[in-house]
């Protein structure tokens, strides 16, 4: 069964601080996808990042970067000197590629940026 | 503007009513999802369709029901059931699975 663990259940951090989300997820499956989406106050989720088991190499996106390892099954988030704008629950997921067509969303990490 | 639109954002229901959300979307997604958010909870599945006139059970369909009679359209109903189905409801939708789903803004249930 696929499971993804968010630990942290609440950061806070001054602006401009980097700040890390940690991911680690559990799959019996070689083919999988991993995603991260950003929950603002609003309610709506969207998207940040997709990666496949294949694709190892580390993503950098502005201020965002993901760092994805098989070894520790980890899909680590860090934003880089953050913003307020930023304050958002951020969900980890995991979807396998056979037999299971659905996202597994971890419980979610609650971002707060203090001015 | 494509995107996915739920209806309405905020929704009361009195206990032993069934109550319907609707999720609307214009982006050519054949697979729809419906997931709830309940507090300190991740998402989970409720049902989720991968083409018109199909849909499957997700971990937590019991008191609820769909039907996808257009590509566009995948409404949930909310039974009398269903014994606590004061939550957050999100609609999504994606090209085909496994690629990223695109979420509506949520229809919060309250019951009273």
């Known amino acids: 069964a696929q499971k993804v663990t968010q630990a942290q259940t609440e950061i806070s951090v001054v602006e401009k601080e980097d700040v890390t989300l940690d991911c680690v997820y559990e799959?019996?499956?070689?083919?999988?996808?991993l995603f991260w989406y950003k929950q603002p106050p609003s309610g709506e989720l969207v998207f940040l990042i997709r990666?496949?088991?294949?694709?190892?190499q580390n993503e950098i996106s502005g201020r965002y970067s993901w760092n994805f390892q098989k070894s520790t099954s980890s899909f680590n988030f860090t934003i880089t000197a953050s913003q307020v704008v930023d304050s958002a629950v951020y969900f980890c997921?995991?979807?396998?590629?056979?037999?299971?067509?659905?996202?597994?969303f971890g419980t979610g990490t609650r971002l707060t940026i203090i001015p | 503007d494509g995107g996915i639109t739920q209806s309405p954002k905020y929704l009361f229901r009195k206990e032993g009513q069934n109550v319907t959300l609707s999720c609307e979307q214009n982006?050519?997604?054949?697979?729809m999802y419906w997931y709830r958010q309940d507090p300190g909870q991740g998402l989970r599945l409720i049902y989720y369709?991968?083409?018109?006139?199909?849909?499957q059970k997700g971990d937590i369909a019991e008191g609820y029901s769909v039907s996808r009679e257009k590509k566009e359209s995948f409404p949930l109903t909310v039974t009398s059931a269903q014994k606590n189905p004061t939550a957050f409801y999100l609609c999504?939708?994606?090209?085909?699975?496994?690629?990223?789903?695109?979420f509506g803004q949520g229809t919060r249930l309250t019951v009273v």
């Open positions: 999504a939708s994606s090209i085909y699975v496994n690629t990223e789903a695109f």
């Open positions: 799959t019996r499956d070689t083919t999988y996808y």
């Open positions: 990666r496949n088991s294949f694709d190892e």
């Open positions: 997921a995991l979807s396998e590629r056979f037999g299971n067509e659905k996202l597994t």
């Open positions: 982006l050519n997604h054949d697979a």
């Open positions: 369709s991968q083409i018109v006139n199909d849909f």
